[in-house]
């Protein structure tokens, strides 16, 4: 009798969906060097997050205010809820409206 494997968890979307299978197909392998490895992706998240420039922007005072009502009722800094906007911008999941 064939034994049935009851999964953790469903998968959260097509991509997690697709990683869980495709490790299930065994088509992953163990690398070399995993501290190494290890270092590099931390390096690489590191440099990733790292805010790391500053601009000057000009804003209308009325889009400062709603800017700033909004970080507000986001409980986060302005700043961030502008450098949000921007990376989801460029990302492509926000967009503008048609």
Do not use: C
């Amino acid at each position: 009798m064939k034994k049935i494997r009851k999964k953790a968890f469903e998968p959260i979307d097509k991509e997690e969906k697709e990683l869980m299978e495709s490790i299930e197909r065994d088509e992953w392998r163990p690398v070399k060097n995993i501290d190494q490895e290890k270092k590099k992706a931390m390096a690489a998240a590191r440099n990733t997050l790292r805010k790391d420039k500053r601009i000057n922007l000009r804003l209308t005072q009325k889009d400062y205010h709603q800017i700033q009502i909004k970080a507000i009722e986001e409980g986060i800094p302005y700043q961030t809820l502008i450098s949000s906007i921007v990376h989801k911008y460029l990302n492509g999941s926000l967009t503008p409206r048609s």
